[in-house]
């Protein structure tokens, strides 16, 4: 099949910025295993919370503010709600992930992983039906927000034709992995969660509390996991079930980069977006399985990912 | 020198993996001390160390440092009480540096330690352990097994203790390393630093400390001056064994 030069720069865009709203999610759901060694199966569903939640705190603050009226200054407003609306969102799974570690994980770090699989299972099954409750079953379509932002003419100005608001996933996206690259290899606590992530004993011996780590990351990865659901919302819809599917590809993503290993997930997360969207133009079948065949190969050649393990690796 | 040692373990019975691996330790250390515990391996050397830092579990006995109970508290607020721990695999912080590693203990007990210029501690560790001033920057991984023991040495030793544990600080290292290391541990005991070290070669320690025991199958079985002790024909066939199990 030939494609155009545009149309493969479009896909490869679009794979990248799919990219980065996995590594969103990803990089919180590694960084946990990395150092709690739970593996969340919750995480699909904070991101959802994250989605809907934005729709909720961006209904509000339209419902407080007005509707925007037209011209620059109308969509500028607009896109100023749905950062606020996505900060807010993101602000809302901190105090989340808090409790969910404090009440329910920290029972269970000394029992078998089965225990964690099944309670974070349990958390799973409570958030989706959280979310019937207060939502509804049916989906929330948000085109009108996408649309708006992609009013703003962006890409036009390079000559290519492609949607605002993807541009701004892209940036936002590169801003938060620099963020997160910056917070553990330059702050004092994100070495220090490095340290408790390479060695959790020793941590302990030079006074780390790795209660006090451990709560820290995991609300970090839920702010992680709800800024990705704000932010993947506007283009699609939210749906019950949308959690699912961003957390099967999480775990594709931080197997290919190595379980733990955030330069993995990174790495991970753009290869399996980008491949993810070639094959949508190259061959439609094959759009699920091309992600799991690169695990697979993956797995056969470097069994232990392309970058082993976090903290060292950070 | 108070009358009451800086750190006293009286019955320690400590436990590896649901098995009790100590046999009622009695052990002090006086401030400014400089004390040996020497035994073949497997002897309970790292397991006594570790019962003290509670990072393996104390089924009875007690662990007091200038009189507080280490049992009953947490074992993250151990180093914040003043005792910095070299464990025997000197577990870096790997993918860091020398500094960082150093670094560390301060940003997580600085404030316990009462240290209010990190700086100058970290430059008063390099002082100490002058092999590492030029290798600051260097990821630990990267170091020699001598280097490597210095940098967790200088990481016990950048919380500013009180005590210092070293689990078999010199095992496995050329002799001139073994000099380099005997000659260090010195300077930090002249700090007023205590000093308690595990060695499963008792020629090491002679030196180096001021009173030794000797440990085997988890059981204090000797005490005293360490030059009489290891001249000792017992201890030193009994040491002879070393490697055995």
Redo the contacts between chains.
Sequence with gaps: MAVSATAALVQTLNGIQFGFILFMIASGLTVILGILDVLNLAHGELFSLGAYTAIGVFGFIIGVIGPPGGGVVGTVVFVLAVIAAVLVTAAILLPVGTIFEAVFLRQIYDRDQVYQLVLTFALLLILLDVKKFIWGDSSIRTDAVYSAINTIPTSELVGLNYPTYNVFVILVGSAVVAGLFWFFERT?TG??I??TA??R??????????DRVFTLVFALGAFLAGFAGAMAVPPTSATLEMGTNPLVLSFVVIVIGGLGSLRGAFVGALLVGVIRSWMITLYPPGEIAAPFAIMALILLVKPEGLFGTW???? | MSSEPLLSVRGLNAAVEGFQVTEDIDLDVNAGEAVGLVGRNGAGKTSTFRGIMGLTPVWSGSVKFRGEELTDIRSELIPKRGIGYQPEDRKLFTGMTVDENFRLPIWTSGKARGIDDEDAVVESVYDVLTELDDRRNAKVQNLSGGQAKMVAIGRALALQPDLLILDEPLEGLAPVVVENLKRYIRAINDRDIAVLIAESNVTHVPEVVDRLYVIERGDIIASGDPAELAADEDIQKLMQGSGAE
Excluded: C, L, P
């Excluded at chain 1, 004993?201 to 790795?210: C, K, L, P, R």
């Excluded at chain 1, 903290?311 to 950070?314: D, F, P, S, V």
């Design positions: 004092k070495r220090i490095r340290a390479i060695d004993e020793m941590a302990t011996a030079i006074g780390v509390s790795t903290g060292e690796t950070a």
